[in-house]
């Protein structure tokens, strides 16, 4: 019978298979044919590379014990480093020649040259190593999160510095690590109205980032009526609905989408219209329940969780990967305004895929060290009871061979009597 981890681990690889077949199927375009033609195909791409990497990563990650960081005291634990180092990165990003421009945002650092080199996402470093670090604290301060100045004033100081870091360049990504760390600050012992109030905040500042930078208030606006700047802020949402009305149930067929020539962003952001144009509704369909399947099994890791570190940090995981798959469904079918997210594992994006893969196996590895611990114990369970007999055996045997010494003992001063009394006489 699988064991949840497993399941975890297989609908997360359906995703990732999905995804690279989606990414170079939309990926496909009039100018890029002849380079196809030339050699230049779906198994020496690079999204290939970072898919197997991804895959690979996902098992590797499985065999590692994440509860050991628990262990390790404050300056000690390597999970504090990584996100300040990846905070370090993000850094980087805002110096001019260091940060790599695409589509207006500088949200990439390149090493390399631009031709040879690998691009990769420094926000998504913090996304995931701040659950760890986030997990650890609750875990270690649950008794006393609830007080401002002992357990709660030291990690808003680093969610506040995570979020004001990669808002300006990236509001979407800012808005869910702000949303799973105070979710996993109430888990962990924070008061509900201490978390309100901290919503209420980030709230407020979204809404004014959202209102005074030019090109966010115009897709607010597109939101309400895209219809009314169709060539501008609307295009998008305009012609992702187009491409899920194309699609219908069946689907046109894998390749061959006609909204990918026109829908920007067709691998990353954008990528579920086109998906659901060639593949239809079961399609759709699919990616959902594949989704629901990872964050299914992954409940029941926390249920089956013996310590609260472990269950935080898988909650934080769940809930990273739940609510970015949550924004872009509902940014693609225009339930909210546009906003630059991808979906998990689908996607293209070699930073995401690896580190979803990587954050998920780790989940599905607290999964099997709770498997392998309830079989040694029901493997020492006999052996138990097997030596608690064994005490019992020599218990009785000691108590029959006390009251037979305690008779023979009892007879021999009966007889001495009885002589006694003789001799008298």
Request: a positive charge; hydrophobic letters at 50%.
């Amino acid at each position: 019978m699988l064991r949840n981890g497993q399941v975890l681990q297989g609908a997360a690889l359906g995703l990732l298979a999905i995804g690279w077949v989606m990414v170079h199927s939309a990926g496909v375009s009039l100018e890029g044919a002849s380079a196809q033609t030339a050699g230049v195909g779906w198994m020496t791409s690079r999204h290939t590379l970072y898919a197997l990497l991804a895959a690979i990563t996902l098992l590797l990650a499985s065999r590692i014990d994440v509860r050991a960081m628990y262990h390790h005291h404050s300056w000690r634990n390597p999970l504090f480093w990584v996100v300040i180092v990846s905070l370090g990165l993000v850094a980087l990003t805002m110096v001019p020649g260091l940060g790599v421009q695409v589509n207006g945002a500088t949200r990439w650092l390149r090493l390399g040259n631009a031709e040879f080199g690998v691009q990769f996402q420094p926000s998504e470093l913090v996304k995931w190593s701040l659950v760890g670090a986030l997990a650890w604290w609750g875990a270690r301060r649950s008794a006393v999160l609830s007080d401002l100045r002992l357990g709660l004033l030291p990690p808003l100081i680093l969610i506040g510095l995570c979020c004001g870091l990669i808002a300006p360049q990236d509001l979407g990504s800012a808005a869910l690590i702000g949303m799973v760390a105070l979710c996993l600050l109430l888990a962990a012992g924070a008061r509900v109205w201490q978390v309100g109030v901290l919503c209420l905040a980030g709230v407020g500042a979204v809404t004014a980032l959202a209102v005074t930078t030019p090109y966010r208030f115009r897709r607010l606006t597109a939101f309400l009526d895209p219809w009314a700047d169709p060539a501008g802020a609307g295009y998008h949402p305009i012609e992702a609905m187009t491409a899920f009305a194309h699609g219908g149930p069946w689907g046109t067929g894998l390749g061959n989408s006609v909204r990918k020539y026109y829908l920007p962003e067709d691998t990353t952001d954008f990528l579920f219209p086109i998906l659901t144009e060639e593949l239809g509704l079961l399609g759709a369909a699919t990616v959902v329940v594949l989704i629901v399947a990872v964050l299914w099994s992954g409940w029941a890791v926390i249920r089956s969780s013996t310590d609260l570190f472990s269950r935080l940090f898988t909650l934080g995981v769940l809930l990273t990967f739940g609510l970015q798959a949550l924004m872009n469904l509902a940014v693609v079918t225009s339930l909210v305004p546009t906003k630059g997210i991808a979906l998990p594992l689908i996607s293209a994006g070699g930073t995401g895929w690896i580190m979803t893969a990587f954050a998920l196996g780790l989940v599905a590895g607290l999964d099997r060290q709770t498997h392998t611990a309830s079989i040694d114990l029901a493997e020492r369970a006999p052996q138990a009871s097997v030596s608690r007999r064994r005490v019992e055996m020599r218990v009785r045997r000691t108590g029959r061979d006390r009251a037979a010494i305690g008779g023979l003992l009892a007879g021999v001063i009966a007889a001495r009597q009885v002589e006694s009394a003789e001799a008298s006489r």
